[in-house]
């Protein structure tokens, strides 16, 4: 049985005093904390402040982003041993606005899952189409593109990690792929794992991530394959990341 989880992106927003409210809001959660693991990724700068906030709470908390080397001359970059020292947990790697503002191809993004793994981080690795893809049908070529640039990495590179399946048609525009859509690239996601290393994928978290809200998470979490959410926007909302968090408990208690 996998335990849901929900990691709420907080992308580049929240200043000092805001973020310390936020997070505080998210652990006064009333939840079974016990049927849902819960993360969240502020803005390096406010990671510190964010870690004070939960520290103590069954909330974990990550990077957006980190550079492939561990250091080096890479001015404006974060390194996988620092976000360590910070106490993250997790890091988010591939994430679509990675790939399209800063032009990450699959083998960068391959090349920060592993340096995830080096610094014993918990990768989130982000994968999905875009709109032109799927209308064009190559929705599923070109997640098993992203995949297969990991799954090449080592002989079991999913163990420890977690998978976020995000059609960037759906982010930030307030559509959503339907339970039926998010099922069937989760399974397609869950059967690349499993061909190569079955034990791994029955227990690889596969999150969805898309507009989520709590308008629809109800919906969403009780598909076969869908472990939680990546949460954008709705995470900067404490009552809206909260309604989640719930779905995806009482989605963890049916399991």
């Known amino acids: 049985m996998r ?21 505080r809001a998210i652990t006064s959660a009333e939840i079974d904390w016990d049927r849902v693991g819960v993360g969240v990724c502020p803005p390096f700068p406010l990671i510190e402040r964010v870690a004070g906030a939960v520290s103590g709470s069954p909330v974990a908390w990550g ?9 080096g001359a890479f001015t404006g970059e974060v390194h996988g041993p620092l976000l ?16 399209g503002y800063f032009a990450e191809t699959n083998e960068d993004v ?7 793994h080096r610094n014993d981080l918990v990768p989130i690795l982000c994968v999905g ?6 209308d064009a049908g190559r929705a599923e070529p070109v997640v098993r593109a992203q995949m297969e640039a990991v799954l090449d990495l080592a002989e079991d590179p999913f163990a420890g990690a977690v998978v976020a399946y995000e059609p960037v ?3 930030g525009t307030g559509r959503t792929a339907t339970p039926e859509q998010a099922q069937e690239m989760h399974a397609l996601i869950r059967s690349l794992v499993g061909d190569r290393q079955p034990q791994t994928a ?3 978290p596969l999150l969805y991530g898309g507009s989520v809200k709590s308008a629809n998470a109800a919906e969403l979490m009780p ?33």
Request: hydrophobic share 45%; net charge negative; with cysteine.
């Open 202 to 204: 029955q227990t690889l």
């Open 63 to 71: 990077g957006q982003n980190l550079h492939a080397e561990d250091s």
């Open 110 to 116: 391959a090349a920060k899952f592993e340096a995830a």
């Open 129 to 134: 189409e875009t709109e032109e893809e799927r």
């Open 3 to 23: 335990r849901p989880l929900v990691v709420g992106n907080w992308k580049m927003n929240g200043r000092l005093g805001e973020a310390e409210e936020l997070a």
């Open 223 to 255: 598909q076969a394959d869908v472990d939680g959410a990546l949460v954008g926007g709705a995470c900067l909302k404490a009552d809206e990341f909260q309604a989640i968090l719930k779905a995806a408990a009482q989605a963890g208690a049916g399991a």
């Open 84 to 99: 360590r020292d910070l106490g993250c947990t997790y890091v988010i790697v591939g994430h679509s606005e990675r790939r």
């Open 169 to 171: 048609w759906a982010i």
